[in-house]
């Protein structure tokens, strides 16, 4: 299949090629598989090694997507993600897709430095430590977890089993509603505990989300973090000009 000409030589050879695939998959439906690296790289009149720099780079922007041991595929298009305070399940379903989660793990554990500060307790008091995959229309796109203290939430890990919800749960169960957050946002590499779950390889860009939630009278609550997958979702969040 050729798909286009010899690159234009006033561009960088992989950046031409990275141009000339990104018109080649928007014909493409989500899901179709790529032509492998040397059949790209005879259709277009260059180099594997340029052909494979340009592949990596539209995988990284969430464009294509790898499976090993099959081939290269487009990606299905980007989940919207607005930031606000909302649980996960309200922020899927904004979105236009159904949610779901599989808890990984829960455990108790003590506080460490660090954690002790974000939910203001004192260094080793006991937390429930919540692991969960998040999945939207069965898809999965985040590795979640959250910590919370464990003398406020009494039975909280046994009951985020049967409750798909957590802020619903904390507001059913111990009264407790989520009244303001602070959020910081970085990207890191995924490892082995994500990559696993969210069927990605090791070093795949992430989106990591980090979250201190509090209640009405300012008391910390929750301290959560979320790892999100980098080509699934595009972080939204809408600013005003601060009044004066």
């Known amino acids: 299949m050729t798909i286009v000409g010899p690159p234009d030589t006033s561009e960088p050879k992989y950046y031409a090629v990275k141009r000339h695939l990104l018109e080649f998959i928007g014909s493409l439906e989500p899901g179709s598989a790529v032509p492998t690296e040397r ?3 005879t259709d277009m ?25 099959s081939g290269t595929y487009v990606a299905e298009p980007k989940i919207t993600w607005p930031l606000y305070l909302g649980s996960f399940t309200e922020q899927v379903e904004a979105s236009g897709f159904k949610p779901s989660a599989e808890v990984l793990a829960t455990s ?4 460490g430095p660090e954690l002790a500060t974000q939910l203001g307790l004192p260094v080793r008091a006991p937390v429930y430590k919540i692991e969960r995959l998040r999945l939207a229309d069965a898809w999965p796109i985040a590795v979640e ?7 406020r939430f009494a039975g909280l890990s046994r009951g985020i089993r049967q409750q798909g919800s957590l802020y619903a749960l904390l507001a059913e169960r111990y009264d407790t509603t989520l009244h303001t957050a602070e959020e910081t946002i970085e990207t890191a590499p995924a490892t082995p505990r994500e990559a696993g779950p969210l069927r990605v390889d090791i070093g795949s860009p992430m989106l990591v989300v980090s979250r201190q939630n509090f209640d009405s009278a300012g008391t910390p609550v929750e301290f959560g ?15 005003a000009s601060e009044p004066r």
């Open 39 to 41: 059949e790209l790289a």
């Open 45 to 69: 009149l260059t180099s594997r090694t340029t052909v494979r720099q340009a592949l990596s780079e539209l995988v990284v922007e969430g464009r294509l997507v790898r499976r090993q041991g």
């Open 108 to 111: 108790r554990v003590g506080a």
């Open 145 to 151: 977890t959250s910590w919370l203290p464990a003398e």
């Open 225 to 239: 973090r979320t790892w999100f997958r980098g080509d699934r979702v595009t972080l939204v969040t809408h600013l």
